[in-house]
């Protein structure tokens, strides 16, 4: 397959000549900087993103080091029109997915209505059972939700997949804004450009929302496995911003099925947890029994409605890959409305055809596992040799019913400054949906960039960079 | 406020200080060698010294035998393996600094993390004849997160425990060097007011930076007994006894809470005692014994403290508002 970016959708030129509307602007202003301005800016920036300690840890790596996610100082530009069609999509969405999270826990009406197996359901790891019947506020299960989106030519998006459980990534929404308004103030003066710095209190107002019933003035707290975490920065920079607690397990117990932290002052009852904890590390109780980043009795506190959850216990379901197909029906089904973002075109490898299809195809085709996340474990068919292929291959054969495939989809490219100056590198868009009693979203999202020439893989994981990302006002 | 964060701001600030008083206590010790060797004595013995007052004498000797220059300004400057030495310090400073960013403000981050990167810049090609200047910057660096604290951070409780951590060290430390020192130099010298006593008395001064101060309050030769008096009871001396326990003393009024009864009572009575007690009355009780007391009393003093509030355990006796909870309904799962 021909890797050459021509062939993709390139978000700022037409052609060689003609620059699209949105980024004309911003091209005339780069073509009159001096040489070598950008990559002076970009250096300036690597400092401070340093300074700050805005680090991730990479598992696998020697304990404590922390590397750099690679920022890109060119920004991404949306205009207001693509904006509005996007969000009203992804608010659609994770709507429905709440909807969907409350039936399965209550009365499942989606499988009796024969739209979704209950196989696929109650049969799925990531169902839990202890949250059956259990009432949320609101009725909403994820709080906050990451849509990953690509695009594939001028008005075609897809998602990619649903980050129900707890997507990260926001806090490099926010610190990248604030460094290219500290790099280049010209731009933002000659630009209108939709704000996104108060994500901080949308976040807080939706945790408020979510309090549990009767609870006037919730104390909330940001949850975080410790400082060893690899997104530890955005557990303990959303605490700071939002003014509240940042707590480790060991800084909670519960006392007759409500949840207290230990301070100063004595133990102070905690009503909302906006946990980036997994499920499984939640509760040694009930989960995991080796989980000592948990607090012992919380989910019973949560079952009796003493403690919110945000994200709530049990989402995995919903934003597991194979479920992930049932999205455009789910969307039909709870609002009555047509889907107004599709999904990927998907092969379900646990179906003999699809199984059989995809192992001839396996050369063009993204297989990825069912509950795999962070791009991990995934094959990219075109960019792998055919040894890397076979080997998959006989993964996948081992237990087809854990893999899903999609066509390798010619994700769109944004100028990037690489080494060889400012190039096209392809990108998606991960924008951060909030849902208390309404469902609210900043404009934009974190942009992901793959760096590397032709890669299509844009995980920071992966050694994918970032990007501020710009929705021009009307 | 969270125990586990106060736990680490106090311990944040303490690492700071001790990095501080390390310097300090380095910083001296090279001036010192720069003098003729008959007015300090061997080099061993010398450098014995700053071994002895940072409580570093037996990792050294295990690791490296002797005290020479070079090894012990590298053991107790830069030396990872030495959970005392500068490095360490600032390291930990940086764990306890990140494990409660958000209760910080980011400047304060900001100044321990460029520290920290700073630190392993130069900490990879330090020569000997830099060291000086390497004192001089961990000093500049426990001025400017003091400053810069001071100047952002919100006045409430965690200013007070950053406070507390602080003076408790400096205390700690000025009763160190005061009784290594003191002994060093009553052994040596008999004859009060000599060249010797001079210089030696000075650095002991200058490693709390109290030359000047001397200078400006007796305008006189240098004697034991002022010396010691200046760095036990004038409270106008910042890195006096008096003083730090001044500031221990009203950080934990501000804390407050039912909890911290008796570490209030302890910081109280040391307070008391500084701020009522005679120059003599301490020679009487002989200045070793006096300040081996005092150290002890710091000791409880920072386990009382640990007990009330940086440790974790459930405060039930004392929570606020306890609502009476009617029948609990067990649901079944």
Request: proline letters at 4%.
């Amino acid at each position: 397959m021909n890797m050459n970016t021509k062939n993709y959708f390139d978000e700022m030129r037409i052609d060689n000549k003609t620059i699209r509307d949105i980024y004309q602007r911003y091209q005339h202003w780069q073509n009159q900087l001096p040489i070598g301005a950008l990559e002076r800016k970009s250096a300036e920036a690597e400092l401070l993103f340093r300074r700050l300690g805005i680090t991730f840890a990479v598992y696998g790596e020697s304990t404590g080091s922390e590397r750099l996610i690679p920022f890109d100082v060119v920004p991404r530009i949306f205009s207001a029109s693509e904006w509005n069609r996007l969000e009203r999509g992804i608010k659609q969405r994770v709507k429905a997915l709440n909807a969907f999270l409350h039936d399965i826990y209550h009365e499942r009406e989606i499988i009796k209505a024969g739209i979704i197996g209950k196989e696929q359901v109650l049969g799925n790891v990531l169902y839990c059972q202890k949250m059956q019947g259990v009432d949320l506020p609101n009725q909403v299960y994820a709080h906050i939700a990451g849509i990953d989106l690509v695009r594939v030519a001028e008005d075609d998006f897809y998602v990619l997949e649903d980050n129900l459980r707890t997507p990260s990534g926001v806090s490099y929404m926010l610190e990248n804004r604030k460094t290219m308004m500290r790099l280049f103030p010209e731009l933002f003066a000659s630009h209108a450009i939709e704000p996104v710095e108060h994500y901080p209190q949308m976040l807080f107002d939706t945790l408020r929302e979510s309090a549990p019933a009767g609870v006037s003035d919730p104390v909330i707290v940001v949850m975080t496995p410790g400082s060893y975490n690899s997104a530890y920065f955005e557990h303990a920079f959303l605490a700071s911003q939002m003014g509240v607690e940042l707590v480790e397990g060991q800084d909670l117990f519960v006392h007759d099925k409500k949840v207290y932290m230990h301070t100063t002052e004595g133990a102070q009852q905690v009503h909302v947890i906006y946990r980036r904890v997994d499920d499984d590390f939640l509760d040694p109780l009930v989960f995991r029994p080796d989980s000592t980043l948990g607090v012992p009795g919380l989910i019973d506190a949560y079952c009796h409605g003493n403690v919110s959850l945000a994200n709530g216990v049990g989402t995995g379901v919903a934003d597991d890959k194979s479920t992930y197909l049932f999205v455009p029906d789910m969307i039909k089904f709870y609002l009555g409305e047509e889907p107004l973002l599709s999904n990927v075109p998907t092969w379900r490898l646990s179906l003999r055809d699809d199984l059989k299809y995809v192992l001839e195809h396996l050369p063009e085709l993204v297989v990825k596992e069912v509950q795999g996340s962070g791009g991990y474990g995934m094959l990219v068919g075109p960019t792998s040799s055919k040894k890397e292929i076979e080997a998959y291959k006989q993964r996948i054969l081992s237990d087809p019913a854990n893999f899903i495939a999609q066509p390798t989809l010619a994700l769109s490219t944004c100028p990037t400054l690489v080494e060889t100056g400012v190039a096209p590198r392809h990108v998606d868009l991960r924008p951060f949906v909030l849902s208390g009693k309404e469902v609210r979203l900043v404009p934009g999202g974190l942009t992901r960039v793959a760096l590397s020439e032709g890669s299509l893989i844009v995980n920071s994981s992966q050694g994918g960079g970032t990007k501020d990302t710009w929705v021009l006002e009307n | 406020m969270l125990s586990r964060t106060v736990e680490n701001l106090f311990w944040m600030a303490r690492h700071i200080e001790r990095a501080e008083n390390t310097a300090r206590v380095l910083d001296v010790a090279h001036r010192t060698s720069l003098l003729p060797l008959d007015i300090e004595g061997t080099e061993a013995y010398l450098w014995y010294a700053p071994l002895n007052i940072t409580g570093c004498a037996a990792g050294y000797e295990r690791k490296y035998g002797l005290a020479k220059a070079d090894t012990v300004t590298y053991y107790l400057a830069l030396d990872p393996d030495n959970p005392s030495s500068i490095y360490t310090c600032l390291k930990m400073a940086r764990e306890n600094a990140r494990a409660v960013r958000s209760a910080i403000t980011s400047e304060m981050w900001e100044i321990i993390n460029a520290t920290w990167l700073e630190l392993n810049r130069v900490s990879a090609q330090m020569e000997y004849e830099k060291f000086p200047d390497f004192f001089d910057w961990v000093k500049d660096r426990s001025h400017l997160f003091r400053g810069v604290t001071l100047g952002t951070i919100l006045k409430d409780i965690s200013l007070s425990f950053i406070k507390l951590g602080t003076f408790l060290e400096r205390a700690d430390n000025t009763a160190r060097i005061l009784d290594v020192k003191y002994h060093i130099l009553l052994n040596e010298n008999d004859s009060v007011g000599s060249a010797a006593d001079y210089y030696q008395w000075g650095s002991l001064l200058k490693s709390v930076s109290a030359f000047e101060a001397y200078r400006k309050i007796y305008r006189d030769v240098i004697s034991p007994l002022r010396v010691a008096e200046l760095l036990i009871l004038r409270d106008d001396m910042p890195r006096s006894l008096h003083a730090c326990m001044n500031e221990v003393e009203s950080a934990l009024i501000d804390i407050n809470g039912s909890a911290g009864k008796e570490a209030r009572r302890c910081a109280g009575e040391q307070h008391a005692a500084l701020h009522f007690g005679r120059i003599d009355d301490v020679f009487t009780q002989g200045l070793h014994e006096y300040l081996t007391d005092f150290l002890g009393h710091m000791d409880s003093l920072g386990k009382n403290i640990r007990d009330a509030y940086l440790s974790r355990r459930d405060h039930f006796d004392n929570l606020p508002i306890r609502r009476v909870v009617q029948s609990q309904q067990q649901i079944t799962t």
